[in-house]
């Protein structure tokens, strides 16, 4: 197969893993810089040059697309499909999954658990929102927001109300959501392919800090996942319509909440702490779906 991996950065350890496991199976692979790719569209048809050549022949392409290129990386995988090119995660399936808001109404829509969460946008309705959200502390999340960044803790209610008002000066799209204190600072990433999960792990926050991601300091340690575990981040993925996907839970008294659904999941922390090849186990789930298309 010829394949192409969408990526701003051959050389970022997600990339090249990707290349190598794809390489390693005896497939064709080229990384693209999204923002090189440009293209035509028509009635006749649809186009996509790289730097002065045209590209062609592909059969799989596989999207790390940063969320700072959301818009522009997610076009350019649509005109892939558009060249009936498969994608284990497709460019709408990608949005869905970057919008944060949008993501966990469609998973409370149906029956996922989650935090309990609240939105708003009119600066006289603050007080209300939050009594519909409950006493602090509350968690106020930027709705782009990856690796922990714009992810902030307000421990009591006049914290909360300072935050968003700056967030609002700001123009920013946030969130505001219960804070899972039984957690303790620890999360479970789940990484999702196709229909099972590849592995899991626990992710637990430095001292001082409630985010356990990897990028803000955190530990990581392999994990086995509860039966109802396994099965909701698999319908988490599933909703989202996501081939590959890191699903991150919470465990809590209710049982696990799910936090996001991410669709371009880091492959180093999560390889490292397990020492599962998941980078294979991606090439594999790409070879069997360009396999059921061609059906």
């Not at 197969?1 to 970022?12: C, E, F």
């Not at 692979?29 to 009635?43: A, G, K, T």
């Not at 995660?89 to 966990?104: C, F, I, P, Q, Y």
């Amino acid at each position: 197969m010829k394949i192409a991996i969408l990526s701003r950065n051959a050389s970022l350890y997600s990339t090249s893993r990707l290349v190598d496991a794809a390489r390693s199976r005896g497939h064709s692979v080229r990384v693209l810089d999204p923002l090189r790719c440009y293209m035509r569209i028509s009635r006749s048809g649809f186009e996509m040059h790289y730097k002065g050549r045209a590209l062609s022949g592909f059969d799989a392409v596989v999207p790390r697309i940063g969320s700072s290129i959301t818009f522009y990386g997610t076009a350019v995988l649509r005109q892939f499909e558009m060249m009936g090119v498969y994608t284990p995660n497709s460019s709408d399936a990608v949005l869905r999954s970057r919008d944060k808001l949008r993501s966990l109404q469609l998973l409370a829509r149906q029956g996922i658990d989650l935090p309990m969460t609240v939105f708003g946008d009119y600066p006289d309705d603050t007080v209300d929102l939050l009594q519909m959200l409950g006493d602090p502390p509350h968690v106020i999340k930027l709705n782009e927001g990856t690796q922990g960044q714009g992810v902030l803790l307000a421990e009591k209610r006049s914290a909360s109300q300072g935050m968003i008002e700056a967030f609002r000066g700001l123009y920013a799209n946030f969130v505001v959501q219960e804070f899972i204190g039984e957690a303790g600072g620890g999360d479970l990433r789940c990484f999702v392919v196709g229909n099972r999960i590849a592995a899991a792990m626990h992710r637990q926050a430095p001292e001082g800090d409630f985010r356990a991601n990897l990028h803000r300091g955190g530990r990581a340690a392999p994990v086995t996942l509860s039966e109802q575990e396994t099965e909701v981040a698999l319908r988490a993925a599933a909703i989202m319509g996501l081939g590959v996907a890191g699903v991150d839970l919470l465990r809590s008294r209710r049982g696990p909440l799910v936090l996001e659904v991410n669709s371009s999941p880091g492959l180093e922390g999560i390889e490292e702490a397990t020492g599962i090849d998941i980078a294979s186990a991606v090439i594999a789930e790409v070879e069997a779906g360009v396999v059921a298309e061609a059906r």
